[in-house]
């Protein structure tokens, strides 16, 4: 059983003020080809297909247009679910008519169920608070993103046969990116893997970079979402639960950089189409900086002074441990050390927040 699994294409984001969406058609058009060329047997998307609840009327038309070039090319059926970036009932608008052209659209929990593909059962989980499966399902009492995924995943399972788990969720472990929206403070959105034991592959959104954990994994974001995810290469995920699992990376129109160097040099450099976020090397404040990087760099994103946020990391001691932070805070604040008696009022709270 061979599966294409995307997730997390966040139709209609705006990036500082620019719209992104040529860039998405730009990626779901090579996505659309991929799927004919490697002739999948199933094609998941796992949540947050937009990136508002009510998205602009242009990211709703890339959205139309994508499945249906999808459906009408590809044989294989289409199941996506909502993330938590999606209107559960918008998603749902037509899921009864669509299923029967091979596009199952599973947007809110009375929705969720299961398509038969082969030997192989697809359980599909829309995006729902703990509150909402509360509601949706009296038998459940839990207060836990955890047990309210592991509650309907036994819900929804059949007794027996291969089965393949589709939700969005945070499987605790997972790498964060800076354009996740959070589902709860702090670890109470979190999901254990183990919540997907017994499955034969957990595809799954939420997380935007693409990362494997256990049995479940995230093909990540369509495209680079945030500054933190310069780095990070973006692909759609290939698994063959009997086989091997390949990763393809598509190209993007224009990619996402962080740039570094004195203001003068970087306006003499060729100029980028890319979107760009710059750190500056100059010693000095240098008066409309931004205004006339983004006269070069029509996608600028965004400056700053390595010297000035060298010296707010000193103060809000950036990566430390939080034992640190109180100690430069202590120092910021009371111009002296913090004793080994203050230091010991205060570790107990933060192993409990830990
Ligand atoms: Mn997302």
Known sequence: MRILH??????????GN??????QAYMLRQFVDLAVETRPEVIVIAGDLYDRSVPPADAVTLLDDTLHEL????PAPVIAISGNHDSQQRLDFGARLLRHRGLHLFGSLGSAG???V???AFVAVPFAEPAAVRSAFPAYTGQDYHSALAFLLQQLRPAAGRAVAIAHAFVAGGGESDSERPLAVGTAGHVGVEVFAGFAY?????????QTLGNARYSGSLLKYSKSEAEQRKSVTLVDLD????????TPRRDLRCVQGAFDALRAAPPSQDYLYFTLTDPGLIPNAAQRLREIYPQFLGLE????????ERITGKAASPGEMFAGFWRHVAGEEATAEQQAVVAPFFEEAQ
């Open 118 to 120: 082969g030997d192989t």
């Open 114 to 116: 299961v398509v038969q």
């Open 71 to 74: 459906t009408s090319r590809c």
């Open 6 to 15: 995307t997730a997390d294409w966040h139709l209609g984001r705006i990036l």
């Open 18 to 23: 620019l719209s992104l969406l040529d860039d």
């Open 202 to 210: 957990a595809a799954l959104g939420h997380l935007h970079r693409p």
């Open 305 to 312: 002074f390595r010297k000035a946020k060298e010296a707010s």
């Open 243 to 250: 086989g091997a699992t390949e990763e393809f990376v598509l």
